[in-house]
């Protein structure tokens, strides 16, 4: 029953990410005063990318092609370690935070060679820019979830919901809230969001993300768009097991998990209103200035595991 | 004798790489003597790993004693920690001596073949010396033989001028740090019988602790120079482009890492833990020299030196993971101070396994481009599929992408420092948690560095001719190549094969430790990690397949009819933001001339040129060296060259030395 129910989160973690994007995409437009297409789009564009030709510049190896199914392998496989409507997920006691991290490591470091293989000049860009910003976003991420370990004297993520589950909210220590500043400022630069690259540019002067992908179309496109839908989604639900659980279902019964399903939409809807609200508000930082931003959040991710040590003294 | 006992392989090996194939190689210079020699040093290599098996999984202890045939104590002695690194030097020497059949073939002079293959065999057999001497005589007659034979190696390629200035570099750097070394076994002397590793053991003992700190510092200044770490690396980015690439290999994948083995054999066997503040300054060597290795590898676009200055970091990861064990040590908590000793072993030995690998992937580019300059490179991956396919591997390793070795010993050393927050009220608690930033920023930028490199050299467009003309290596070169890359990924997805026996060694180191439960968890969910990742790829290539067309399309160029190799990414050009965001470090002189000078609105040529200066050698070694020219200038002054002078001081000696013992009784 509960690997069904893991099953489940698992799946939904995947498949409801392009809605993820959708949703994103339509709270912008509704900031912005338009009306913005529907919040299906994301998988119209799926399936229509799958049924498209898949293009391949002539300079490109095999490493170009089997990029986009390492990177969903991977993306994918980070998602089962990330609980959703209870406190545990496929892999989320067997492995820690590490794994989670660098699963997505291992997708990055793919998607950066397959720009580099399509022999043009927006790919190698593309790729040297997220090479920098991914690079120093690495420890404010990987410090801001050890200040939560420390807490919760635990290294898997069950165990560290388990934790936090356990705790009274209002008792919850100012570790939390260093740790998910810092958190969600290393998530905005991992997931390629504002202020740190625009998603919906094609300027070449500002591009990260696009240019890495401008190369592949149809179905690579496809796993491409839904794989980088997969890691927003997965950190937004991490964010919100990690930080705010409260209201998953505590044992394995069908009222409590539907409870806990519209909790975690009303969360996870919640953080994308945000989202929005960053993107629509805030410019994008000049490329340079991004390091100061990822400082700011590896100063604040240092002093939460500081203070974290000095709480469990 | 049994079978079980190791005696017998050994005396092989010891034989075969002492004698047997020096003696084929002198006896003729045909081409076939060579391929003989090479098959009987792979065999021997082969008998060893037999051994190396042997003691590592079963601790069936060896024990030689050559004391008859020398004028000192030499007895070799395998125990665990011998066995791990005998291990690692005969299972990486197979493939690059496989890997060095063709090599030297093309790439080394004629009348220079057979020396090199010679110096080669010897140069492995010092190595399994010092690994397995277990009286100080051994180790030192071995450290020191390690030292000259790999400065013979790099001299055979060639003595220009330059070469012969970085090998002297190399040569000075390595007796000073002979100095410490000998030093320090010399300082057990007055407190244990005989230099002997067990008199050493039973006399470390009763040292006084002033004695004990000093041997500490000594063998950590003195290995770490041979190590590399920042910094006394000087040599390294020096001495290791210019060796030949299989040498190369093993000067990187295998040297650096006896002097690994001699620091834990001092700090962890002999000492058993030094200090009690020893694990900080190790810890702050580690972090500076990883964090420095792999900047300085970012700025390079010579591949062999971007190469050298990994191993730098490398060391800095491993020096890491030694100085995380000895602060636990010191804490009294021994299950975590194996666990760490654990990470930072398997580092050494994963290293060895793909900073080889790199290294012959480097050797088959030069090989097929006769370059390792990356912005001369570019689409190799189409030409050289195999190469590729294994320098990837390699680089996956190399920056610790799950199911690649690295990240086992990465993650380990991460969880060690993660266990550091459990030890209450003391400094190591905030420090260490703090270290996963650390190590976090060099894994970061490690990866940068290797999409820098692979992305270069194999992907895209060729740069220049010879890359477009590239072909595949020979067979014997991409064999070797498929073996390291073969033993990355098995340890990548099955690391119990040795963290089992790793566990045994460190439970033997610190005494009193447990089984670090990190080390069967990561052993169990590898495998579950990568049944997901590529049962989910799979099923995305099929959904990805169906019905579809693929077809190759020129990619869009902006207007322009078609897009040239130079308008893809140079290698400077990628890691260009790094160095911006981290000029601090680097400092770069630049000096832009434009001319002619009194216009500089209309110049006629600009030339630009930017060096990167190593502050070392200028505000670190140079007032050493100048300190040192002037003190051997005054003492010129006592060689006048006269005879009757010289009789004099051997006079005025004899009377010192009759007053001093006269004095003395």
């Known amino acids: 029953m509960r690997l069904a129910l893991n099953v489940f989160q698992w799946l939904l973690l995947i498949l409801a990410a392009p809605l993820a994007h959708g949703i994103i995409a339509q709270a912008k437009a509704r900031l912005q005063r338009r009306r913005g297409a529907s919040i299906w789009r994301p998988y119209a564009d799926i399936a229509k990318l799958f049924r498209k030709e898949d293009l391949v510049p002539p300079s490109a190896s095999w490493v170009f092609r089997v990029t986009p199914l390492v990177l969903f392998g991977a993306m994918a496989s980070a998602a089962a370690f990330v609980p959703v409507v209870q406190g545990s997920a496929l892999l989320a006691s067997r492995g820690d935070f590490f794994l989670f991290v660098y699963l997505l490591a291992l997708g990055r470091f793919f998607l950066s060679l397959g720009a580099m293989d399509g022999g043009c000049a927006f790919g190698g860009m593309g790729a040297s820019r997220e090479a920098l910003i991914s690079s120093l976003a690495e420890a404010p991420l990987l410090l801001g979830l050890v200040a939560v370990a420390i807490l919760a004297s635990h290294a898997d993520i069950a165990g560290m919901v388990g934790w936090t589950l356990q705790q009274n909210f209002f008792k919850i220590s100012a570790v939390h809230i260093l740790a998910f500043l810092s958190l969600g400022m290393a998530v905005l630069a991992e997931t390629g969001r504002m202020p740190v690259d625009n998603p919906t540019t094609h300027l070449e002067l500002t591009m990260i993300h696009e240019g890495m992908v401008l190369e592949y179309s149809g179905p690579s496109l496809a796993l491409v768009e839904w794989a980088s839908a997969i890691k927003l989604h997965a950190m937004l639900a991490l964010l919100i097991a990690l930080f705010a659980p409260w209201g998953m279902a505590p044992h394995v019964s069908a009222a409590p998990l539907l409870v806990a399903l519209l909790v975690y939409f009303v969360k996870v809807g919640a953080l994308m209103a945000l989202l929005a609200v960053i993107e629509s508000s805030v410019a994008k930082l000049r490329m340079y200035l991004v390091p100061g931003f990822i400082g700011v959040a590896s100063a604040m991710s240092a002093l939460a595991v500081i203070f974290a040590t000095l709480v469990k003294r | ?665």
């Not at chain 2, 792979?42 to 024990?63: E, H, M, Q």
């Not at chain 2, 190590?227 to 001495?239: K, N």
């Not at chain 2, 030995?349 to 080889?356: A, D, I, Q, V, Y």
């Not at chain 2, 434009?594 to 140079?622: M, N």
């Open chain 2, 1 to 665: 004798m049994q079978l079980e006992s190791g005696e017998l392989p050994l005396s092989f090996l010891l034989l075969m790489l002492g004698a047997a194939v020096p003696m084929v190689l002198v006896g003729s210079r045909a081409k076939g003597a060579r391929l003989l020699a090479a098959g009987m040093l792979i065999a021997a290599c082969l008998a060893g790993s037999f051994v190396a098996a042997l003691g590592f999984w079963r601790t069936s202890s060896v024990l030689m004693d050559f004391t008859g045939f020398t004028p000192f104590p030499f007895t070799l002695e395998i125990d665990r920690l011998s066995a791990l690194f005998l291990l690692l030097i005969c299972v990486v020497a197979v493939p690059v001596a496989v890997f060095a059949v063709p090599y030297f073939e093309h790439h080394c002079p004629e009348r220079r073949r057979n020396w090199m293959w010679i110096f080669f065999s010897w140069f492995l057999l010092s190595m399994i010396v010092v690994v397995t001497a277990s009286t100080g005589f051994a180790f030192l007659a071995g450290w020191e033989l390690m030292t000259l034979l790999s400065a013979g190696l790099i001299l055979i390629e060639g003595d220009s001028a330059e070469r012969r200035h970085n090998v002297f570099i190399y040569l000075l750097m390595m007796h000073v740090g002979a100095a410490m070394v000998v030093a320090s076994f010399f300082l057990f002397l007055p407190y244990s019988h005989g230099l002997d590793f067990a008199s050493i053991r039973a006399g470390s003992a009763v040292l006084p602790p002033a004695i004990r700190t000093l041997i500490f510092l000594l063998a950590f200044v003195g290995f770490g120079t041979k190590a590399g770490i920042i910094p006394l690396h000087l040599w390294l980015p020096r001495a290791h482009p210019i060796a030949p690439s299989p040498v190369s290999a093993i000067m990187s994948g295998i040297m650096l890492k006896t002097a690994v083995y001699g620091f834990v054999r001092f700090a962890f066997d002999f000492l058993a833990g030094g200090p009690s503040w020893s694990g900080y300054p190790i810890l702050v060597a580690g972090a500076v020299s990883g964090l420095l290795g792999v900047l300085y590898a970012i700025g390079e676009h010579d591949l062999k030196r971007l190469l050298a200055y990994h191993s730098v970091e490398n060391i800095g990861i491993i020096y890491l993971g030694l100085g995380t064990s000895l602060i636990f040590l010191a804490c009294h908590a021994p299950l975590w101070a194996a666990l760490a000793l654990v990470a930072a072993l398997l580092h050494t030995f994963n290293h060895g396994l793909f900073k080889s690998l790199l290294f012959l992937g480097s050797g088959a580019i030069s090989h097929a481009t006769h370059t390792v300059d990356l912005e001369e490179l570019g689409g190799l991956q189409r030409r050289m599929p195999v190469t590729g396919l294994t320098f990837l591997i390699a680089c996956c390793s190399i920056v610790g992408l799950p199911l690649f070795n690295g990240f086992v010993s990465e993650w380990l050393t991460f969880r060690s420092f993660l266990a550091g927050a459990a030890l209450m009220g003391t400094k190591a608690q905030v420090v260490l948690p703090l270290m996963v930033g650390v190590l976090a920023l060099i894994g970061g930028l490690a990866a940068a560095c290797f999409i820098k490199v692979f992305g270069v050299a194999f992907l895209g467009r060729p740069r220049s001719t010879e890359a477009e003309h590239a072909i595949e290596a020979p067979l014997a070169m991409r064999g070797g190549m498929t073996f390291l890359a073969a033993a990355c990924l098995l340890i990548g997805i099955l690391p119990g094969v040795l963290l089992k026996p790793l566990v045994a060694l460190a439970q033997g180191l610190v005494p009193g430790a447990g089984v670090p439960p990190e080390t069967l968890a990561i052993t169990r969910v590898l495998p579950w990690i990568a049944v997901a990742v590529i049962g989910i790829a799979g099923a995305a290539a099929l959904a990805a397949a169906l019905g579809r067309v693929r077809r190759i399309v020129p990619a869009w160029g902006c207007g322009l009819p078609t897009l040239t190799s130079r308008m893809q990414y140079t290698s400077t050009a990628f890691s260009k933001p790094i160095r911006f965001v981290f000029s601090a470090v680097y400092r770069p002189d630049r000096k832009i001339v434009r001319l002619p000078a009194d216009q500089p609105y209309f110049p006629v040529s600009i030339s630009y040129s930017s060096v990167r200066t190593t502050s070392y050698e200028k505000s670190l070694y140079r007032p050493f060296a100048n300190l040192f020219v002037a003190a051997a200038n005054q003492l010129r002054r006592l060689q006048t060259g006269n005879i009757q002078v010289y009789l004099l001081y051997i006079f005025l000696t004899l009377i010192s030395l009759l007053i001093f013992l006269r004095f003395r009784g």
